[in-house]
T-cell receptor, first 114, second 113 residues
Framework: DTEVTQTPKHLVMGMTNKKSLKCEQH?????MYWYKQKAKKPPELMFV???????INESVPSRFSPECPNSSLLNLHLHALQPEDSALYLC?????????????FGDGTRLSIL | QQQVKQSPQSLIVQKGGISIINCAYE??????FPWYQQFPGKGPALLIA?????SEKKEGRFTISFNKSAKQFSLHIMDSQPGDSATYFC????????????FGSGTQLTVLP
């Protein structure tokens, strides 16, 4: 079992739906990340939060909206997604942005857009 | 500058054999080199990591060899087992205002029984 918990594990939604992905960690980490992973490819960084503030947005379309309610939680709000957005969405956390420590990943949410 | 090149793309090894995956980087600012193991339907899991002031690190059957002057590092899996069959990603990261992982392209390892 990973220490980064993501829900739901699977999500199927239509292009007009609004849904949210959730991520939780209780390791006291102060940096949290969203990644998108396509089949047979490495994860691609989407967003970075540090101390609950958005630090990096990798030019992600506005139909993806991140939120960090507190130091343990990270959400990704989805709206009007496209079929090409179908992918595995991974959350990760690390101690902080300047500490030389690894990122720990959750098992992801498998998202399918109809 | 930000690329990490990984080879081979796929690797088939007999049970008990040695699996070797190689990575090369350009950016000398990288100061931490983790390897991740990913099984189908799961997220990447940290397997082993090394810092550039160390030339080798061993954890059980897994060893990282690091050549700072050549800007290369490799993962060796000794006595490979069918349960090791997974996708392996090398990565590099550096201290900075926003710490980001740069992943290699991945190696799909299959260990035959």
């Amino acid at each position: 079992d990973t220490e980064v918990t993501q829900t739901p594990k699977h999500l199927v939604m239509g292009m007009t739906n609004k849904k949210s992905l959730k991520c939780e960690q209780h390791m006291g980490h102060r940096a949290m990340y969203w990644y998108k992973q396509k089949a047979k490819k490495p994860p691609e960084l989407m967003f970075v939060y540090s101390y609950e503030k958005l630090s990096i947005n990798e030019s992600v379309p506005s139909r993806f909206s991140p939120e960090c309610p507190n130091s343990s939680l990270l959400n990704l709000h989805l709206h009007a997604l496209q079929p090409e957005d179908s992918a595995l969405y991974l959350c990760a956390s690390s101690q902080g942005l300047v500490s030389n420590q690894p990122q720990h990943f959750g098992d992801g949410t498998r998202l399918s857009i109809l | 500058q930000q690329q990490v090149k990984q080879s081979p793309q796929s690797l088939i090894v007999q049970k008990g054999g040695i699996s070797i995956i190689n990575c090369a980087y350009e950016n000398t600012a990288f100061d931490y080199f983790p390897w991740y193991q990913q099984f189908p339907g799961k997220g990447p899991a940290l397997l082993i990591a090394i810092r550039p002031d160390v030339s080798e690190k061993k954890e059980g059957r897994f060893t990282i060899s690091f050549n700072k002057s050549a800007k290369q590092f490799s993962l060796h899996i000794m006595d490979s087992q069918p349960g090791d069959s997974a996708t392996y990603f090398c990565a590099a990261q550096y201290s900075g205002s926003a710490r980001q992982l740069t992943f290699g392209s991945g190696t799909q390892l299959t260990v035959l029984p």
